[in-house]
């Protein structure tokens, strides 16, 4: 078995490689909308997603206490110093997967499912936190969408109304300016959930590997995550792009703005609780409920089911690549 520093660094550099492919996949959330309605050009509108995920990602520690504490349980996994390896690599093959076919789904629910493929190769389905599962994970699954699609819903019923009486060129170059300013919350509130997942990761192997007495996330670990998440999302995922803000519904400015809010406010209210909410099901969703306020044959439904396939086997499937991924190194003599 490698020595243990070295196995630990190669644990961190796994981890930052999936914050960098999660800031690529993720950009989407933060830009699609205020991109495919051209209030700013890729070039500058993914520059300041990238400067805001880092600034969202040192607001706050709450979701990687859930990531590094709440899906397994910490004494019954002490053991296996390879578990957050094994993790990452399901989690890292799922997120590659589905950025080549183009699909937006979840890096947070495939972290969260590699955690838990491995733990459960490794000491059983008892290994894992079933109550904080259940509270933090499952439930904020189903209902982070269906919050995103009622709340977008309701702010752009709430816009349609106020502004019915409005110059419809006028309202646009209104809400160009204002959609700008939108992004840049939903940008910071992708950093504020997203990057702390990484965090936590790194986290429990610091903890597994006696590093650190408690789960207390080291600054060190949030800049590195940070600016890894940040440097992915400088990079792009332009098919994801074009999924979400081209595929669905075609967004106006007054869309966008209304879209991105509405996920901005669900995602930073599930962080502020520890939720690692999956914030492309919520950006999606939020699109979904703009669009449904047009009329329902506005929206591209067909989109909508090829999502939910993706929401339903993410944790699943990242979960059986990571155990396997486990049972390979076990077969090599490299975990315990």
Known sequence: MPELPILLVVIVLVALVFDFTNGAHDCANAIATVVSTKVMSPRSAVMMAASL?????????????????????????????????AALIGAIAWNLITWYFGIPSSSSHALIGGLMGAAICHAGVSSLNGLSIC???????????????????????????????????????????????????????????????TMGVI??????????????VPLWVKLACAMAMATGTALGGWKIVKTMGHRIFKLEPVHGFAAETSAAMVITGASLMGAPISTTHTISACV???????????????IA?????????????????????????TLMGIAD
């Not at 590094?68 to 053991?79: A, H, K």
């Not at 979904?288 to 067909?302: D, E, I, N, P």
């Not at 993706?310 to 390979?328: E, H, K, M, N, R």
């Open 53 to 85: 995920n880092l600034f969202g990602a040192l607001l706050g520690e709450e979701v990687a206490h859930t990531l590094g504490s709440g899906i397994v349980n910490t004494d019954m996994v002490m053991g296996s110093q390879i578990l957050v390896l």
């Open 135 to 197: 509270n933090k994970v499952l439930l904020p699954l189903v209902l982070s969408p269906l919050a995103g699609f009622g709340v977008s819903y309701v702010v752009m019923t709430a816009i349609m109304l106020v502004f019915w009486r409005a110059n419809r060129h006028t309202l646009s170059r209104w809400f160009e300016k204002l959609q700008i300013l939108s992004s840049a919350f939903m940008a910071t509130s992708h950093g504020l959930n997203d990057a702390q997942k």
């Open 203 to 216: 986290t429990l192997a610091l903890f597994l590997f006696h590093k650190i007495d408690t789960i207390h």
């Open 288 to 302: 979904f409920g703009v669009g449904a306020t047009k009329r329902l044959s506005a929206v591209r439904w067909g």
């Open 305 to 329: 089911g090829n999502l939910v396939v993706a929401w339903i086997l993410t944790i699943p499937a990242s979960a059986l690549i990571a155990g396997a991924t486990f049972y390979v190194f």
